[in-house]
């Protein structure tokens, strides 16, 4: 069975610019985002050729679901006034 690259905000603007490079890489991908900032037209050329959950990566049962090896954590904002929050997205 493949591995799973799992990306956490794969649909924005980062994550699905590297969403698009392991696809044409050949990778299964999983992407988890729960659209705060993102959006599904990202990756509209390749919504067949992955696995897309809808989810919030501080929500236990969505991570138990998209779990992988492999992450790349992109799932974060961006605005510095929301240190802490940001904190929580990205200490897991
Ligand atoms: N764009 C840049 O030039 C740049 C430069 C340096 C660092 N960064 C950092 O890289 C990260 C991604 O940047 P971006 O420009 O792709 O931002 P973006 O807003 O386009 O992408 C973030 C993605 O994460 C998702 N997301 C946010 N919180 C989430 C959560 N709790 N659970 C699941 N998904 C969640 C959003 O819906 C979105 O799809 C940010 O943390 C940003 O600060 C970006």
């Keep these: 069975m493949?591995?799973?690259d799992l990306v956490t905000g794969g649909a924005g603007f980062i994550g699905?610019?590297?969403v698009h490079r392991l696809v044409q890489e050949g990778r299964s991908v999983r992407v988890l985002?729960?659209?705060?900032t993102g959006r599904r037209e990202n990756?509209?050329?390749i919504l067949s050729d992955i696995e897309l959950i809808?989810?919030?990566?501080?929500?236990p049962?969505?991570?138990e679901i998209a779990e992988s090896?492999?992450?790349c954590h992109i799932g974060a904002g961006q605005e510095q006034r929301h240190y802490s929050l940001y904190f929580q997205e990205d200490v897991l």
């Excluded at 985002?33 to 705060?36: A, H, K, L, P």
């Excluded at 809808?54 to 929500?59: F, P, Q, S, T, V």
């Design 43 to 45: 990756l509209n050329p």
């Design 69 to 71: 090896r492999r992450c």
């Design 61 to 63: 049962a969505a991570l």
């Design 16 to 18: 699905s610019n590297l």
């Design 33 to 36: 985002d729960n659209f705060s």
């Design 2 to 4: 493949a591995q799973i």
């Design 54 to 59: 809808e989810g919030d990566i501080r929500d």
